[in-house]
């Protein structure tokens, strides 16, 4: 089929942005080869795309939807997606079934991040998608796929955590991320890899911030951001770096209010000030003024501590940031 062809190309141009030159006009020719896809899948199926040509029609609007981040794309892949779904008998098409499944969570994840009050709702549908495609997966057989639904059940329960402070949703988070980490190869997938440690991290954090004076879990958090760190290099992915750099030291501040306040304090500092540096420079404009607020809180924090007047209180909490949050789908995957 033609249009298999023109998604085949588009995602030969996204595999290799990804892994070589960072070139934007790869981005903007595979674009358009899932825009033609698009066409042609419309004109030989017409507006309902029952067909079997709708799982590639979901999957060209989820690439240009993911790349561009349009929320109109975002919510026509993913009713693509499970007009799709009705057509794909599980045990005569699991693999598709699946793959259908793992691209509609990524479209409600997507969703989620831009959509405050319906966030809820996207989420948990992203998370009972991904289970549905892990009741189909072998974590041997399938190591990097089930993998993959882990990672990304674990973004979805995290961000359900956030949303209505629900510890067993952080709780199933936190083991989402573990399995995923297990079964990552990390030598041949070190960025995700260090972004499942990271958001690990995330979510361990978000549930010291619950526990009260127990450090367990802070102290955990900081040990999944320093494994991260060992693969987020400043110079390569900066924005990534600065980001585990902020969450780091926010931990760090919080884990100090309980104990061992030089030592911490200190340490969230060395921290925070290089990760505002590189917000600076790479205009995250949102990010820096979070990690301005986070020092902000240690300057105060530091002040009372050795002595010396301190400005108007700060609210309390320590900020920390969840992210980068966004799904991850192997190349291929639809």
Not at 232 to 247: F, G, H
């Amino acid at each position: 089929m033609l249009a298999d062809a023109c998604i085949g190309h588009g995602d030969a141009l996204v595999l290799a942005e990804e892994e070589r030159d960072k070139d934007v006009s790869r981005l903007q020719d595979a674009t358009t080869m899932y825009q033609k896809a698009i066409q042609l899948l419309e004109r030989e199926q017409g507006a309902g795309f029952a067909g079997p040509g709708a799982p590639l029609y979901a999957k060209a609007l989820a690439e240009i939807g993911e790349h561009n981040r349009t929320p109109e794309i975002l919510e026509r892949a993913a009713a693509a997606y499970r007009e799709a779904l009705k057509l794909a008998v599980t045990e005569k098409h699991q693999a598709v079934y699946v793959d259908l499944k793992m691209g509609l969570g990524s479209m409600l994840v997507l969703l989620a991040m831009d959509d405050g009050e319906g966030a809820a709702d996207l989420l948990t549908e992203a998370a009972g998608a991904y289970r549905a495609a892990l009741e189909l997966l072998d974590a041997e057989a399938d190591g990097e796929q089930w993998a993959e639904a882990q990672f990304n059940l674990g973004l979805a329960l995290l961000g359900l955590g956030e949303q209505g402070g629900v510890a067993t949703h952080l709780e199933q988070a936190v083991d989402a991320f573990k399995q995923a980490i297990e079964a990552m190869p990390r030598i041949r997938m070190p960025q995700r890899w260090a972004l499942a440690q990271m958001n690990l991290g995330n979510a361990l954090a978000a549930l010291g911030e619950r526990d009260g004076q127990d450090t367990s879990r802070l102290r955990q958090a900081i040990a999944a951001y320093g494994v991260a760190l060992e693969e987020l290099v400043r110079e390569s992915d900066p924005l990534k770096w600065a980001i585990t750099q902020m969450n780091l030291g926010s931990a760090l501040i919080r884990l100090g209010e309980i104990e061992d306040k030089r030592r911490n304090w200190l340490a969230a500092a060395s921290a925070l000030v290089p990760a505002l540096e590189v917000f600076e420079q790479q205009r995250a404009d949102n990010f820096a003024d979070m990690t301005r607020r986070s020092l902000k809180r240690f300057q105060d924090s530091w002040d009372s501590f050795i002595g010396l007047p301190q400005t108007p209180a700060q609210p309390a909490g320590t900020g920390l940031q969840q992210a980068p949050r966004e799904p991850f789908r192997m190349a291929g995957n639809g």
